[in-house]
């Protein structure tokens, strides 16, 4: 609740000055506050715009502090303890008082010029209404410098009346702090007022800049880290550079400030460069952070490298010699005088002009060394030598192509297969050859395997992948192909294997038939033919009741598993079942059903008795607990018979059909009772009576 009343307060008085302004609101002041351990707390603000700048510099500011909680509890009179900070409206000094911060500060130098600079001006105009221009960025100009000035000086931002230190506070207390411009009563002029709520112990130490990364190259060092996560924390940061007696020296005199993209946003890394004194002496890198308070943050840790010379030129290639044996020697060009700033050569090839290149020697080749034997190389090279630098990325030749004589054919093709739709559409694929200078591939295709094949297409292919069309609607069964690779240089492999291709099979099978029906004691035995076509994989059997619609599938017979009949176990006396089989072939094509085979199962004269029944009495319960089990379908309820006399059953209860147990509490001290169980059919036909449950209570 004390929370809430506090949350409720600041809400209220920043509406409060909200309510006061009208409907045009020409500026704001932005504020900003910092708590420090030592008891103190630091407030800077901002204007907005230029004419809130100029407002403030002639009105000056009025700081107000609101006590709001003690100790975590709301102020229950946080405005009786208002106190107003400066006594006066703070203002930018004087221009005479400018002199002696000029001498020690040049920010303060740019500070005084922005403030009372008779000229700010960039760039001159022409013209009336240039001019009128030229004066509104002269404005901007001097607002935008003033503040970079106090941001990056916390005596700037004192002597622009742009902060102030609270020392007068408690670390049990908790402030609203109200910055406004000092407006006469008498102005129009309306510009938000600043809020800041903060206490001493909101005090949080200033982080150290991670993610320093450093990269050197010849006499140069570009030092970068994260920006944006420290946006909130750092206004600006130094870069500090060490030699070998470990002295840090800040190598920027002002804070170096975040640059922001096209879109106003932070940078993803601020970048700075740094000229090395000398190459390959090891510098020491690190990064200070300063906040808008005028304090430093913790140095990052450091990193250290050194500059080295740069690689001065490429190599040259200049030509290649055939191996007898295999692959080529490659030959190339590189000043004998610069040995000594390289580490070596890389050479690279690919198998076309673009590329990709891989390294074919990583293990890489002396920098006295002028040639390489490529023993792996193919018919056509592309070839590209690197120098290595000691400490940088190397230096590539322009691309070389050298080719060999080649009389070697390739292999033959692995791997074909094909499929064909209903519409006669083939799509033939197969492995593609490993060897480096392939070219293509025929295809050929056969209606017989003893026929001559003949070529399919015109152009060579290029791809592994090739598209026919064959008549599906014809006595012919299955089609052949073979493939035959090309390399580069023309060599002809041997035609691949024949693949057959079976095509599509759109005749449905012969239906199967059934022989005879026969009722037994478990249910209605089925006999049949099974389809005389050579093709079916699959013959199924549905049923249905004589007053149903549709079929239901019971069983799916692969052609290798298909027995001569079955038994349905799952049928009820006196109903009538219709039975028919379906075959199916291996292209998927269906039977005609065969021929209805109807059965009609005969109701018996009298069911069956219950035969499995338990009974218990239970004198702690004060019950006897009787139960049964009845396998027998079609029960609509159980008749419970009870009696004192062993020879004369009366009807005690009767139970639903799904229940098979009976709890009986009316019951006298021992006293025997004989129960009996009877099941009622929903065809209204009766069991037996149980055999009699004799039970002493």
């Known amino acids: 609740m004390r929370k809430r009343c506090i949350a409720y307060f600041i809400a209220g008085l920043i509406l409060l000055a909200f309510t006061a302004q009208a409907q045009e609101k020409r500026g704001t002041v932005h504020t900003l506050a910092r708590a420090y351990a030592s008891d103190s707390i630091r407030v800077r603000w901002a204007p907005s715009d230029p004419l809130t700048w100029e407002l403030g510099k002639k009105y000056g500011y009025v700081l107000e502090r609101y006590t709001v909680s003690i100790n975590g509890q709301f102020n229950d009179t946080p405005t009786r303890d208002k106190k107003v900070l400066n006594a006066t409206p703070l203002k930018p000094l004087l221009l005479d008082e400018w002199e002696q911060p000029v001498r020690n500060n040049p920010l303060a130098a740019i500070a005084a010029q922005a403030y009372y600079g008779e000229s700010f001006t960039i760039e001159q105009s022409q013209g009336a209404i240039l001019q009128v221009i030229q004066k509104s960025r002269e404005q901007e100009a001097r607002h935008g410098f003033s503040l970079y000035a106090a941001d990056i000086s916390w005596q700037v931002a004192l002597l622009s009346g742009l902060a102030y230190t609270d020392k007068n506070v408690k670390a049990n207390e908790k402030y609203l702090y109200r910055v406004y411009v000092a407006l006469p009563e008498t102005s129009k002029m309306e510009i938000d007022t600043g809020f800041y709520y903060i206490g001493n112990a909101d005090y949080r130490p200033l982080p150290s800049i991670q993610a320093v990364e450093v990269e050197f190259s010849d006499r140069k060092a570009l030092i970068s880290w994260a920006g944006p996560i420290y946006q909130n924390e750092y206004i600006g940061y130094y870069v500090e550079r060490a030699e070998a007696d470990g002295r840090f020296v800040r190598i920027n005199e002002q804070p170096f400030t975040q640059s922001l993209d096209s879109a106003g946003n932070s940078t993803a890394r601020i970048q700075m460069y740094d000229s090395l004194p000398q190459n390959f002496v090891r510098y020491t890198y690190r990064v200070v952070g300063q906040s808008s308070f005028g304090e430093e943050g913790p140095p990052s840790d450091t990193l250290s490298g050194f500059g080295f010379t740069a690689l001065p030129v490429s190599p040259e290639i200049t030509g290649y010699i055939p191996s007898p044996e295999n692959g080529l020697i490659l030959n190339w060009a590189y000043p004998q005088e610069f040995e000594s700033v390289i580490k070596g050569f890389t050479i690279w090839r690919a198998d076309s002009y673009e590329g990709p290149y891989q390294n074919i020697n990583p293990a890489g080749v002396s920098s006295t060394l002028r040639s390489y034997y490529d023993s792996t190389a193919s018919y056509s090279n592309y070839y590209k030598v690197e120098v290595l630098g000691h400490y940088e990325a190397g230096k590539e030749s322009t691309v070389y192509f050298a080719q060999l004589v080649d009389s070697i054919p390739p292999s033959r093709p692995q791997g074909i297969s094909a499929e064909v739709d209903s519409a006669g559409l083939v799509r033939l694929h197969w492995q593609p050859n490993s060897e480096a200078d392939i070219y293509g591939y025929k295809v050929y295709r056969a209606n017989y395997a003893q026929d001559e094949y003949s070529l399919m297409h015109g152009e060579i292919l290029n791809d592994t992948v090739f598209t026919d069309t064959v008549n599906v609607h014809s006595l012919t069964s299955q089609v052949y192909y073979k493939v ?155 008749m419970i018979y009870k009696s004192t006399q062993a020879d004369a059953p009366v009807l005690y209860k009767t139970l639903g059909g799904a229940e098979e147990l009976l709890i009986d509490k009316q019951l006298d001290l021992n006293q025997t009772y004989y129960y009996w169980i009877k099941a009622r059919f929903t065809n209204g036909h009766e069991s037996a009576l149980s055999e009699t449950i004799r039970i002493t209570y």
């Open 484 to 638: 035959l690779a090309l390399d580069k240089r023309f060599n002809a492999s041997v035609l691949s294997e024949a693949y057959t291709l079976i095509l599509p099979d759109f005749i449905s099978p012969v239906p199967p038939a059934f022989k005879r029906s026969k009722i037994t004691e478990q249910g209605v035995e089925l006999h049949w033919i099974p389809s005389s076509s050579k093709d079916v994989v699959v013959h199924a059997l549905y049923r249905k009741e004589s007053q149903e619609e549709g079929f239901t599938l019971m069983a799916i017979y692969e052609e290798d598993k298909l027995p001569g009949y079955t038994e349905d176990q799952e049928v009820e006396a006196g109903r009538a079942y219709g039975y028919v089989m379906i075959a199916k072939d291996a292209a998927g094509n269906e039977s005609p059903p065969s021929a209805l085979l109807s059965v009609r199962i005969p109701l018996p004269k009298e069911m069956p008795p219950i035969r499995y029944v338990q009974g218990k009495a239970d004198r702690n319960q004060r019950l006897i607990r009787l139960q049964w089990e009845y396998k027998e379908k079609g029960v609509e309820a159980f």
